[in-house]
Protein backbone atom coordinates (compact mmCIF):
# COMPACT_ATOMS: atom_id res chain seq x y z
CA UNK A 1 0.00 0.00 0.00
CA UNK A 2 1.44 3.41 -1.12
CA UNK A 3 2.48 5.54 1.48
CA UNK A 4 -0.35 8.32 1.62
CA UNK A 5 -3.22 5.63 0.81
CA UNK A 6 -5.71 5.64 3.10
CA UNK A 7 -5.98 2.34 5.25
CA UNK A 8 -9.51 0.57 6.23
CA UNK A 9 -9.32 1.25 10.09
CA UNK A 10 -9.57 -2.60 10.43
CA UNK A 11 -6.36 -3.16 8.72
CA UNK A 12 -4.34 -0.50 11.49
CA UNK A 13 -2.23 -1.91 14.20
CA UNK A 14 -3.84 -0.88 17.35
CA UNK A 15 -2.94 2.36 18.68
CA UNK A 16 -0.57 1.78 21.24
CA UNK A 17 1.62 -0.48 18.77
CA UNK A 18 1.68 2.67 16.22
CA UNK A 19 2.65 5.18 18.96
CA UNK A 20 5.77 2.57 20.28
CA UNK A 21 6.69 3.02 16.07
CA UNK A 22 6.37 6.48 16.32
CA UNK A 23 8.50 6.46 19.33
CA UNK A 24 11.01 4.55 17.79
CA UNK A 25 10.72 6.52 14.79
CA UNK A 26 11.09 10.06 16.63
CA UNK A 27 14.49 8.43 17.94
CA UNK A 28 16.14 7.27 14.50
CA UNK A 29 15.16 11.07 13.39
CA UNK A 30 16.88 12.46 16.45
CA UNK A 31 20.14 9.97 15.22
CA UNK A 32 19.88 10.82 11.71
CA UNK A 33 19.77 14.51 12.55
CA UNK A 34 22.90 14.33 15.33
CA UNK A 35 24.59 12.92 12.14
CA UNK A 36 23.60 14.73 9.20
CA UNK A 37 22.52 18.15 10.94
CA UNK A 38 19.36 19.65 10.50
CA UNK A 39 18.37 21.59 7.76
CA UNK A 40 15.49 24.39 7.89
CA UNK A 41 13.21 21.90 5.67
CA UNK A 42 13.92 18.74 8.30
CA UNK A 43 12.81 21.28 10.66
CA UNK A 44 9.97 22.55 8.70
CA UNK A 45 8.72 19.15 8.42
CA UNK A 46 9.21 18.23 11.77
CA UNK A 47 7.17 21.25 13.35
CA UNK A 48 4.57 20.07 10.73
CA UNK A 49 4.21 16.63 12.55
CA UNK A 50 3.86 18.64 15.96
CA UNK A 51 0.81 20.76 14.18
CA UNK A 52 -1.10 17.33 13.23
CA UNK A 53 -0.21 15.21 16.26
CA UNK A 54 -1.39 18.57 18.49
CA UNK A 55 -4.89 18.79 16.29
CA UNK A 56 -5.51 15.14 16.88
CA UNK A 57 -5.11 15.33 20.56
CA UNK A 58 -7.26 18.50 20.82
CA UNK A 59 -10.38 17.57 19.45
CA UNK A 60 -11.11 15.63 22.53
CA UNK A 61 -11.09 19.48 23.74
CA UNK A 62 -11.96 20.62 27.30
CA UNK A 63 -8.68 20.81 29.23
CA UNK A 64 -6.69 18.76 27.02
CA UNK A 65 -7.80 21.60 24.14
CA UNK A 66 -7.05 24.71 26.40
CA UNK A 67 -3.72 23.41 27.15
CA UNK A 68 -2.50 22.67 23.64
CA UNK A 69 -3.82 25.89 22.02
CA UNK A 70 -0.70 27.66 22.44
CA UNK A 71 1.38 25.11 20.57
CA UNK A 72 -0.24 25.83 16.65
CA UNK A 73 0.70 29.67 17.09
CA UNK A 74 4.02 28.92 18.33
CA UNK A 75 4.87 26.07 15.71
CA UNK A 76 3.38 28.80 12.97
CA UNK A 77 5.86 31.35 14.62
CA UNK A 78 8.52 29.19 14.12
CA UNK A 79 7.76 28.24 10.52
CA UNK A 80 7.87 31.98 9.58
CA UNK A 81 10.84 32.20 11.46
CA UNK A 82 12.43 29.96 9.12
CA UNK A 83 11.35 31.83 5.99
CA UNK A 84 11.36 35.18 7.41
CA UNK A 85 14.28 37.67 6.16
CA UNK A 86 16.50 38.52 8.59
CA UNK A 87 17.73 42.48 9.03
CA UNK A 88 21.07 42.68 7.23
CA UNK A 89 24.09 41.60 8.62
CA UNK A 90 25.35 43.91 11.50
CA UNK A 91 29.07 45.46 11.15
CA UNK A 92 31.67 43.49 13.03
CA UNK A 93 32.04 44.81 16.80
CA UNK A 94 29.41 47.17 16.71
CA UNK A 95 26.72 47.29 19.70
CA UNK A 96 24.47 45.89 16.94
CA UNK A 97 26.52 43.05 16.38
CA UNK A 98 26.76 41.98 19.63
CA UNK A 99 23.13 42.47 20.25
CA UNK A 100 23.12 40.22 17.52
CA UNK A 101 25.00 37.64 19.28
CA UNK A 102 23.65 37.87 22.67
CA UNK A 103 20.17 36.65 20.73
CA UNK A 104 21.67 34.14 19.10
CA UNK A 105 20.61 35.42 15.59
CA UNK A 106 24.39 35.24 14.45
CA UNK A 107 24.15 31.38 14.77
CA UNK A 108 20.83 30.96 13.69
CA UNK A 109 21.45 33.04 10.38
CA UNK A 110 24.72 31.17 9.68
CA UNK A 111 22.62 27.60 10.23
CA UNK A 112 19.20 28.83 7.72
CA UNK A 113 21.74 30.38 5.54
CA UNK A 114 24.02 27.55 4.81
CA UNK A 115 24.24 25.70 1.60
CA UNK A 116 25.16 22.44 3.58
CA UNK A 117 23.94 21.60 6.91
CA UNK A 118 26.07 20.05 9.29
CA UNK A 119 25.55 18.14 12.43
CA UNK A 120 25.25 20.70 14.97
CA UNK A 121 26.12 18.90 18.59
CA UNK A 122 26.01 15.75 17.75
CA UNK A 123 24.26 14.37 20.52
CA UNK A 124 22.40 11.33 20.75
CA UNK A 125 19.02 11.05 20.80
CA UNK A 126 18.79 9.62 24.53
CA UNK A 127 20.25 12.86 25.26
CA UNK A 128 17.86 14.69 23.74
CA UNK A 129 15.02 12.96 24.91
CA UNK A 130 16.12 13.04 28.47
CA UNK A 131 16.62 17.13 28.13
CA UNK A 132 13.28 16.96 26.59
CA UNK A 133 11.74 15.01 29.81
CA UNK A 134 13.58 17.57 32.30
CA UNK A 135 11.72 20.79 30.44
CA UNK A 136 8.73 18.99 30.50
CA UNK A 137 9.21 18.12 34.43
CA UNK A 138 10.14 21.82 35.51
CA UNK A 139 7.39 23.31 33.43
CA UNK A 140 4.74 20.86 35.19
CA UNK A 141 7.02 22.14 38.49
CA UNK A 142 5.91 25.38 37.61
CA UNK A 143 2.70 24.47 36.85
CA UNK A 144 1.79 22.74 39.89
CA UNK A 145 3.74 26.03 42.21
CA UNK A 146 1.63 28.45 40.34
CA UNK A 147 -1.83 25.93 41.10
CA UNK A 148 -0.96 25.39 44.43
CA UNK A 149 0.12 29.88 45.05
CA UNK A 150 -3.86 30.22 43.53
CA UNK A 151 -5.55 27.69 45.77
CA UNK A 152 -3.99 29.54 48.77
CA UNK A 153 -4.82 32.89 47.17
CA UNK A 154 -8.58 31.29 46.96
CA UNK A 155 -8.48 29.58 50.47
CA UNK A 156 -7.21 33.07 51.86
CA UNK A 157 -10.36 34.63 50.07
CA UNK A 158 -13.03 32.07 50.99
CA UNK A 159 -11.67 32.27 54.76
CA UNK A 160 -11.96 36.34 54.36
CA UNK A 161 -15.64 36.17 53.01
CA UNK A 162 -16.34 33.37 55.28
CA UNK A 163 -15.24 35.76 58.62
CA UNK A 164 -17.22 39.01 56.86
CA UNK A 165 -20.35 36.76 56.56
CA UNK A 166 -20.05 35.62 59.54
CA UNK A 167 -19.66 38.98 60.96
CA UNK A 168 -22.69 40.41 58.81
CA UNK A 169 -24.94 37.32 60.71
CA UNK A 170 -23.92 38.25 64.30
CA UNK A 171 -23.74 41.79 63.91
Not at 60 to 83: D, K, S
Not at 119 to 127: F, K, T, V, Y
Not at 134 to 150: C, D, L, P, V
Request: a negative charge; charged letters at 20%.
Amino acid sequence: MGRWQVMRNSDLPPLPTLLDGLTDTVCDVLDAAARDGWSPMSVSTALGVIDVLVSAASAHGGPLAAALAPIPALTATAQRALADPLPPIPRKGTLAALAEADAGTDTYRTWRDAPVHRPGNGEPSSLTIARAAFARITAAEAAAHQAARESTAALKQAQRTLTELQAHAHG
